[in-house]
């Protein structure tokens, strides 16, 4: 018993010293951030919502400082608010590894700042609720949630209208999203997909629905690097910080169409915005 009180005691004291290591480096990287924020967040605010990640999430402190730092960046140059209650984005430990994970209203977020989308909205529909969809031709969505009762989830959907008059719908069971995030996140059994279920699976129904909307290339890549490794490389000055990027998509910057693309490494600086 004793031995096992010790080990802990250690393991404990690793993970906190890994953890003043991390926010020594987010201390260092204000100047990155300042580069890669947009003017409504101030790198004093960003700094101190991921230290917040990092008290509030133990694992995070097992984290490389490579991988941890390059999440916090991307979330910067998106302009995102990391694990907070907005729901925008989030830190994942995996490991020793952090990943950067869009939520689905950060997703909205990026959106609406094309300024394509009159509205842009995601829906969870439960078993005691009226719904009717269609597609083909002249497709049709109905949803009138029970005022009480409404039972369990059985569909998730999002819905978009354009300004210029278009709209579009996609519609997701709840087997279906299960079945994807299954076999797509690894962070499956733990993070959001555990916490937050809801705000997940209409994530994952507006990735699939924006896929064919006319997208910025900021939104197209924010989707391509959502739940990947993001590394900064530490080793040159604070604010030519670069980050280490594995796009599993590529975008046409002219017409925003997203494509799938062969493994391949680009290097953008936090100075640069992601739609250069």
Sequence with gaps: MAGKIQTAAQNNAVQNNNTKILQEYLRGCKKAF????????????????????????SKLGNCTPQSFIGACLYAAQLG???????????????????????????????????????????QVVYENDTFDY????????????????????EYVYAVYNLKNGGFAFEVMSIDDVKTFARKYSKSYNSGPWQTDFEAMAKKTVLKRLLK????????????????????????????????DLTPALIV??????????????EKKSAQVSIDE
Excluded: W
Excluded at 40 to 53: D, K, L, V
Excluded at 212 to 240: R, W
């Design 134 to 153: 269609e597609y083909g031709l002249e497709p049709v969505l109905k949803h009138k949630p029970a005022k009480t009762n409404r039972g369990n989830i």
């Design 212 to 243: 064919y909307a006319p997208l910025s290339t900021e939104v197209a890549q924010a989707a391509s690097y959502d739940s990947m490794k993001i590394e900064a490389d530490l080793s040159g000055a604070d604010n030519e910080m670069e980050l």
């Design 34 to 57: 300042a580069n890669a924020l947009p003017k409504m967040i101030t790198p004093e605010r960003f700094t101190r919502m991921a230290m917040t990640a990092l008290t509030t999430n």
């Design 80 to 122: 995102l608010e990391p694990n907070t209650p907005l729901g925008q984005a989030y830190l994942i430990p995996y490991g020793k590894q952090c990943q950067f994970q869009l939520g689905y209203k950060g997703l909205i977020e990026l959106a609406y700042r094309s300024d394509q989308f009159k509205n842009i909205t995601a």
């Design 252 to 265: 046409d910057d002219e017409t925003g169409e997203v494509t799938e693309a062969a493994s391949a490494i």
